[in-house]
């Protein structure tokens, strides 16, 4: 078995906020990220798939391949958007960026898939002192 990640790079901006809470409920959970005016991050996405090495290529699945199937799938849905408003994938879900995990995961599973490999993490960091794995 081996494992290979890809990493790509995206801007959006996003607020996390129950719409079911009111203001003062808002910002006691979320504090600054409740900004009713939104905030951005710089995000960093790793993709790791796993698998077996094809004997005739020497590969996993091809970089560019997986490069592709990402920007297709996340990063030209996300970057430069409002995750809460833009993203059809975030539709109805709070914009934390655990949620965004699961979604990208829901986005690359079968594509990865029908290529012979497993998805194996999505990871996400929000700063660079903060991100989340997500393994499915």
């Known amino acids: 078995?081996?494992?290979?990640?890809?990493?790509?790079?995206?801007?959006?901006?996003?607020?996390?906020?129950?719409?079911?809470?009111?203001?003062?409920?808002?910002?006691?959970?979320?504090?600054?990220?409740?900004?009713?005016n939104w905030h951005g991050h710089n995000y960093w996405l790793y993709v790791t798939v796993k698998g077996e090495?094809?004997?005739?290529?020497?590969?996993?699945?091809?970089?560019?391949?997986?490069?592709?199937?990402?920007?297709?799938?996340?990063?030209?849905?996300?970057?430069?958007?409002?995750?809460?408003?833009?993203v059809d994938f975030m539709k109805g879900k709070l914009a934390s960026t655990e949620n965004l995990a699961i979604e990208i995961w829901k986005q690359l599973w079968a594509p990865i898939a029908e290529s012979g490999a497993v998805l194996h993490c999505v990871k996400i960091y929000e700063t660079e002192n903060n991100f989340v794995e997500y393994f499915g």
């Not at 081996?2 to 959970?29: G, M, Q």
């Open 53 to 86: 090495v094809n004997p005739e290529t020497g590969f996993l699945v091809d970089l560019k391949w997986l490069k592709d199937i990402m920007n297709d799938y996340v990063v030209d849905k996300v970057d430069h958007k409002n995750l809460n408003l833009d």
């Open 1 to 36: 078995m081996i494992y290979i990640t890809r990493k790509a790079s995206f801007n959006a901006a996003h607020k996390l906020a129950r719409t079911d809470w009111d203001d003062d409920k808002n910002n006691e959970v979320y504090g600054k990220c409740a900004n009713p």
